[in-house]
């Protein structure tokens, strides 16, 4: 699974973002409090955290300076290809705790029912949980300051 495009809305840092994304390797770097862990931590919450959850990590989602209305809202875009062919989709994750709501839209098919929509995301990336995804979904400089020589390494870590 590819995404093309990230949007975000009420999301800590990230008011209003709209990010489409390159095919290939995507590197997000930038200043101090500029949002890239936030940006990996909207990956993670809008491929893998149902849409009802609730409480005080949910709520420290929420932009800054919104109100008490602002709930953090992800849209990914994404193509699936696999010997089958090109899957088209989408996901929506509309974060209000129990009348939270998310629709997946996959080759036209709607999913609205959250726990499907989780099954069929698990399905679609082949990750298994938040968890694992964490410790795959980043590497920070210090990681690959060791593999700098060593190109073979390098690409086997990235990967």
Same mark, same amino acid.
């Given at each position: ?13 990230h ?18 409090e500029?949002g890239?862990?936030?940006?990996? &931590? #909207?990956?993670? %919450?809008?491929l893998?955290?149902?849409? $009802?959850? +609730?409480?005080a990590?949910? /709520? ?12 953090p809202?992800?849209?990914l875009?994404?193509v ?6 090109? &899957? #088209?989709?989408? %996901?929506?994750?509309?974060?209000r705790? $129990?009348? +939270?709501t998310?629709?997946? /839209? ?7 029912d ?5 099954e069929l995301?698990a ?10 995804f ?12 060791d ?6 390494a ?6």
């Amino acid at each position: 699974m590819r995404i093309t495009r990230v949007r975000v809305r009420d999301f800590r840092v990230h008011r209003d973002l709209d990010l489409e994304l390159a095919p290939g390797l995507t590197v997000i770097r930038g200043p101090n409090e500029a949002g890239k862990t936030t940006l990996q &931590r #909207v990956l993670e %919450v809008g491929l893998f955290r149902r849409v $009802t959850a +609730g409480g005080a990590e949910i /709520d420290a989602l929420r932009s800054w300076d919104t109100g008490k209305d602002g709930c953090p809202v992800v849209q990914l875009d994404f193509v699936q290809e696999d010997p089958e062919g090109t &899957r #088209v989709g989408s %996901v929506l994750k509309d974060f209000r705790g $129990t009348r +939270g709501t998310v629709r997946l /839209d996959l080759d036209g098919q709607i999913t609205t029912d959250p726990a499907r929509a989780d099954e069929l995301l698990a399905e679609l990336t082949g990750i298994p949980s938040e968890k694992f995804f964490r410790s795959t979904a980043s590497v920070r400089h210090h990681e690959v300051d060791d593999l700098a020589r060593d190109e073979g390494a390098l690409r086997d870590r990235l990967q």
